[in-house]
């Protein structure tokens, strides 16, 4: 089974803190990516990456940023933490071929408050 | 622009009740589609998916899928609900870049 781990599941962090979430598939994948999840707003991404050094703007990017040095491990960077980024912070990860379909595999989140 | 649409945000059903939720997407000649459920608290659990062939899927926990072309609609069913089948569920599509296009989820409720 894919297994895709997120190295917290809860963070309590004060405004203007860095935040580094840190994500990593044990299957090879080439994709990855990290998702915000808010209620009623649905999943949102913030950034996704195809290959090792590689990363794409999402729908949301603003204010964050983000590393892929090796290929299993994708980290989510918030330099200066705001009250408007606590959330539940999903990442995922995804075959780039055609065959499987691209389903993504969740890791369990992170929920990150920041006061 | 590509859209996932779920209708219902919420649906409450009795346990032991059938289940059918909605979902219907906006693009594609032959999509690639998505069920996840996601429990409190939790990451998604891909349910099941669609891609080609028979146009009713089966997935895990007893879910099953229906693709049908016509309405453009991916419908979620299960026979008979259990109170763990509690959660919120995702419709999703896949795009020409291997992103997903969610819909907004569906909050089921069981009744005891």
């Known amino acids: 089974d894919v297994k895709v781990t997120q190295s917290s599941r809860y963070l309590v962090k004060r405004t203007?803190?860095?935040?580094?979430?840190?994500?990593v598939q044990d299957m090879d994948h080439e994709n990855?990516?990290?998702?915000?999840?808010?209620?009623?707003?649905?999943?949102?991404?913030?950034?996704?990456?195809?290959d090792v050094k590689m990363k794409e703007k999402g729908d949301i990017p603003e204010g964050y940023s983000v590393s892929r040095e090796k290929k299993e491990r994708f980290s989510l960077i918030l330099e200066s933490t705001s009250t408007n980024q606590t959330s539940m912070y999903l990442c995922a990860s995804s075959l780039l071929d055609r065959r499987t379909g691209g389903e993504q595999y969740f890791g369990p989140g992170t929920r990150l408050t920041v006061t | 622009a590509q859209?996932?649409?779920?209708?219902?945000?919420?649906?409450t059903v009795s346990e032991g009740a059938s289940l059918e939720l909605r979902c219907n997407y906006s693009y594609g000649a032959t999509p690639y589609l998505f069920w996840y459920v996601q429990s409190p608290g939790?990451?998604?659990?891909?349910?099941?998916?669609?891609?080609?062939?028979?146009?009713?899927?089966?997935g895990i926990k007893g879910f099953e899928a229906e693709f049908k072309r016509s309405q453009s609609s991916f419908n979620l069913r299960k026979p008979s609900v259990?109170?763990?089948?509690?959660?919120?569920?995702?419709?999703?599509?896949?795009?020409?870049?291997?992103?997903?296009?969610?819909?907004a989820g569906t909050k089921l409720i069981i009744k005891p």
């Open chain 1, 16 to 23: 203007g803190e860095k935040v580094f979430l840190e994500c």
């Open chain 1, 32 to 50: 990855m990516f990290w998702y915000r999840q808010d209620p009623g707003l649905g999943l949102r991404l913030i950034y996704f990456s195809y």
């Open chain 2, 3 to 11: 859209s996932v649409t779920q209708p219902d945000i919420h649906i």
């Open chain 2, 42 to 58: 939790q990451g998604l659990q891909l349910l099941l998916k669609y891609f080609s062939g028979d146009t009713l899927v089966q």
């Open chain 2, 82 to 103: 259990h109170w763990s089948d509690a959660a919120e569920y995702f419709c999703a599509q896949r795009d020409s870049n291997y992103q997903l296009i969610w819909g």
